[in-house]
């Protein structure tokens, strides 16, 4: 058994590949040929995510060196800054309850003596909001636990 072995790697090991032909060689050189150049545009692509990134940073700043308001200015009411009929196209559309989770806590007794069961429920609400004038659209998603108490009669 080992000498099978032994004597297919050996087979293994004198063989060699074949040379490519020539028309593959010169399908690649032609392909190389026509290849633009990467170097070429290493600025190009690096000088827009290092703008974008400055940029960041800049509001960054601003954002954290801006002076906290006076006590005047925070009691005044805020100035409203886009238009309320903007706010007014957004219609909902739909709204979907996903029940995740469902627990059974047991037995509770209520003040009044009686026996009841408590059950808690895992819920994501979601609600669709669209605009009928740029069909844009928004989701609204908020997790919910619901917890009821059912009484409960032994006879």
């Known amino acids: 058994m080992d000498n099978d072995l032994q004597e297919l790697e050996a087979e293994l090991k004198r063989l060699r590949p074949l040379a490519p032909s020539r028309a593959v060689t010169d399908a690649i050189a032609r392909q190389l040929a026509a290849a633009p150049r990467r170097h070429r545009n290493f600025w190009a692509w690096t000088a827009l995510p290092l703008a974008a ?46 029940l995740y989770a469902q627990s059974d806590a047991g037995l509770v007794t209520l003040s009044d003596g009686t026996q009841a069961r408590r059950t808690r429920s895992s819920y994501v609400d979601t609600i669709t909001w669209k605009n009928s004038r740029t069909q844009a659209s928004l989701k609204w998603s908020v997790p919910r636990t619901e917890e009821r108490i059912v009484p409960v009669s032994f006879q």
């Open 53 to 98: 990134m400055v940029a960041g940073l800049v509001l960054l700043r601003e954002q954290s060196v801006a002076p906290a308001p006076t006590p005047a200015l925070a009691l005044a009411p805020a100035p409203v800054t886009a238009p309320m009929s903007a706010a007014a196209q957004y219609k909902p559309v739909s709204a979907e309850n996903l």
